[in-house]
T-cell receptor, first 114, second 115 residues
Framework: DGGITQSPKYLFRKEGQNVTLSCEQN?????MYWYRQDPGQGLRLIYY???????QKGDIAEGYSVSREKKESFPLTVTSAQKNPTAFYLC?????????????FGPGTRLTVL | AQKITQTQPGMFVQEKEAVTLDCTYD???????LFWYKQPSSGEMIFLIY??????QNATEGRYSLNFQKARKSANLVISASQLGDSAMYFC????????????FGAGTRLAVHP
């Protein structure tokens, strides 16, 4: 079945550690996105990528990094520079980055800093 | 700047009844798209329905329909024959045409379906 997978579902990080969240899609979508959701709030864009080997910062990119070496994969690294990383992270993809194309989401990763 | 407003923090409905979730939007672009997403307690955002600004007819997808009133800038979601599994947060959204292609979400409406 086509879809977006994210792993792990739950992730615990110690202070000062870098962690990488996985996002894979087999929908043949060109555009991929990373959002952060805090409790009781909406989604905020961290990074997005429209094509392989290219990505752009979103509204809250500080303390995060991404790569897009393959069309199917868009991993997100939460670095030690991110001061408050505890949140729910959602990866999404769309056929093309367009105002008319829906974004499909993965199941999310819940990150907790210990 | 574009904005989505959902004024109903919470709604409840009896099973098998219909319910309308309100959404108003603000944009100066002539071309835009409106989306509704469902977020159950598991957290995944599930795409429900899309309405394009130039679409002549209201969008429908199974039990979901969109009451699109362009002049009023409203795009209300109608869920017919509610089921217990419809209990979730519902978000109205549009893509930010000003850059990033990010989704702009409303605050959401929590729907509870009672048996």
């Amino acid at each position: 079945d086509g879809g977006i997978t994210q792993s792990p579902k739950y992730l615990f990080r110690k202070e000062g550690q870098n962690v990488t969240l996985s996002c894979e899609q087999n929908l043949n979508h060109d555009a991929m996105y990373w959002y952060r959701q805090d409790p009781g709030q909406g989604l905020r864009l961290i990074y997005y990528s429209q094509i392989v080997n290219d990505f752009q910062k979103g509204d809250i990119a500080e303390g995060y990094s991404v790569s897009r070496e393959k069309k199917e994969s868009f991993p997100l690294t939460v670095t030690s520079a991110q001061k408050n990383p505890t949140a729910f992270y959602l990866c999404a993809s769309s056929i093309l980055a367009s105002i008319h194309n829906e974004q499909f989401f993965g199941p999310g990763t819940r990150l907790t800093v210990l | 700047a574009q904005k989505i407003t959902q004024t109903q923090p919470g709604m409840f409905v009896q099973e098998k009844e219909a319910v309308t979730l309100d959404c108003t939007y603000d944009t100066s672009d002539p071309s835009y798209g409106l989306f509704w997403y469902k977020q159950p307690s598991s957290g995944e955002m599930i795409f429900l329905i899309y309405q394009g600004s130039y679409d002549q007819q209201n969008a429908t997808e199974g039990r979901y329909s969109l009451n699109f009133q362009k002049a009023r800038k409203s795009a209300n979601l109608v869920i017919s024959a509610s089921q217990l599994g419809d209990s979730a947060m519902y978000f109205c959204a549009m893509v930010d045409s000003g850059g990033y292609n990010k989704l702009i979400f409303g605050a959401g409406t929590r729907l509870a379906v009672h048996p």
